[in-house]
Nanobody
Framework: QVQPVESGGGLVQAGGSLRLSCAAS????????VGWFRQAPGKERDIVTS????????YYADSVKGRFTISRDNAKNTVYLQMNSLRPEDTAIYYC????????????????????WGQGTQVTVSS
């Protein structure tokens, strides 16, 4: 079993930055892609970004391209999400999730592709 745990959320003004961390416990996630999703009140949970198991490929939703950066440190079993130039529309609960497929070459964008989820961390961006 893998248990991802998110941290780093909080309240920030528009234009500010936050760095989220996803630390996985239970077993290593070095062979699995990891994704960040977010869910705003009344909306579906959508992919924000994801990274392959080796860090060589990434995916970003159009809404965060150029502002957010995903990275991973497999030695620490941790994935990071650096969020810059935050906007009020980035306000949501952010979830970290681990891919269900080992050593996958593609990056899934659907929540159903991921089978281990963290409890989420709230990000609130004030205008």
């Amino acid at each position: 079993q893998v248990q991802p745990v998110e941290s780093g959320g909080g309240l920030v003004q528009a234009g500010g930055s936050l760095r989220l961390s996803c630390a996985a416990s239970g077993r290593t996630v070095s062979g699995y892609a990891v994704g960040w999703f977010r869910q705003a009140p009344g909306k579906e949970r959508d992919i924000v970004t994801s990274i392959t198991w080796n860090g060589r490929s990434t995916y970003y939703a159009d809404s965060v391209k150029g502002r957010f950066t995903i990275s991973r440190d497999n030695a620490k079993n941790t994935v990071y999400l650096q969020m810059n130039s935050l906007r009020p529309e980035d306000t949501a609960i952010y979830y970290c999730a681990v891919d269900s497929l080992m050593l996958a070459r593609d990056l899934g964008t659907a929540p159903s592709r991921y089978n281990y989820w963290g409890q989420g961390t709230q990000v609130t961006v004030s205008s």
